[in-house]
C-alpha cells in the first residue's frame, strides 16, 4: 500500500474554499486515489475517488498531479458540516493513516 | 433507512471472552468488509468477503472469525479477547469488489476490552 503523508490539521472559513492536499509518492500506477471523511462518532463517508484525470462530483473535487505522486481534494464552499477527519487512500484497500482535521469557522 | 447498521454499538467486555458484532446491509450490494480503526485513528481492513466467500485475510489473528450466512450480512466473532482488541470495528459494502467501489461504512462498534 502507497504511503500517504497529509497536514495534521487545517482551518478554513466558511464559505471559502479548502485545498486539502495529499502525497502519496509510492503509489503505483493502477492505483486508484480515493478520498474519505470521517464525522466525530460515525464511520467513514465516501467523498470521491480518481485515478489519471480530475473529477469532479456533488461534494467536492480531486485534482490528481501528473505524475500521481500527489492529489488535492477540493471543497468549494466549506460549511460547518465540512467539518472532519479527510483521509487520502491510495491503493487497491482502503487504509486510513491519521488524515487531516478540518475546522471550519462561521 | 441504515444502510449498513452494526450492533451493538459499544461492546465493554472482560479479557479472555468471546464476543460477536453483527452487520446487515440493506444496499444489495456484493461485497462486505470488516475495518479495525485503532485508538490514533488509522483504520486497516481485515476482511472481505464477496457472495458470502471470503477474498481477503489480512494478517488478522486466528480469534477473529468472519461469517457471512448470506450477502446481506457480514458478523464478526472474537475468542479470547485481549487488551489489544480495543478498537473501534465498523462493517463496510460495496456494490462489488473492485478497486473503485464506493464503500459505504456502518456506525461503528466501540469493543473496549478490561
Known amino acids: 500500500d502507497a504511503k500517504t503523508t497529509q497536514p495534521n490539521s487545517m482551518e478554513s472559513n466558511e464559505e471559502e474554499p479548502v485545498h486539502l492536499p495529499c502525497n502519496h509518492s509510492t503509489i503505483s500506477g493502477t492505483d486508484y486515489i480515493h478520498w474519505y471523511r470521517q464525522l466525530p462518532s460515525q464511520g467513514p463517508e465516501y467523498v470521491i475517488h480518481?485515478?489519471?484525470s480530475n473529477v469532479n462530483n456533488r461534494m467536492a473535487s480531486l485534482a490528481i498531479a501528473e505524475d500521481r505522486k500527489s492529489s488535492t481534494l477540493i471543497l468549494h464552499r466549506a460549511t460547518l458540516r465540512d467539518a472532519a477527519v479527510y483521509y487520502c487512500a491510495p491503493g487497491n484497500k482502503l487504509v486510513f493513516g491519521a488524515g487531516t482535521i478540518l475546522r471550519v469557522k462561521s | 433507512d441504515t444502510a449498513v447498521s452494526q450492533t451493538p454499538k459499544y461492546l465493554v467486555t472482560q479479557m479472555g471472552n468471546d464476543k460477536s458484532i453483527k452487520c446487515e446491509q440493506n444496499?444489495?450490494?456484493?461485497?462486505m468488509y470488516w475495518y479495525k480503526q485503532d485508538s490514533k485513528k488509522f483504520l486497516k481492513i481485515m476482511f472481505s468477503?464477496?457472495?458470502?466467500?471470503?477474498?481477503i485475510n489480512e494478517t488478522v489473528p486466528n480469534r477473529f472469525s468472519p461469517k457471512s450466512p448470506d450477502k446481506a450480512h457480514l458478523n464478526l466473532h472474537i475468542n479470547s479477547l485481549e487488551l489489544g482488541d480495543s478498537a473501534v470495528y465498523f462493517c463496510?459494502?460495496?456494490?462489488?469488489?473492485?478497486?473503485?467501489?464506493?464503500?459505504?461504512f456502518g456506525p461503528g462498534t466501540r469493543l473496549t476490552v478490561l
Open positions: 463496510a459494502s460495496s456494490q462489488d469488489e473492485g478497486r473503485y467501489s464506493e464503500q459505504f
Open positions: 480518481g485515478l489519471t
Open positions: 468477503y464477496n457472495n458470502k466467500e471470503l477474498i
Open positions: 444496499l444489495g450490494h456484493d461485497t
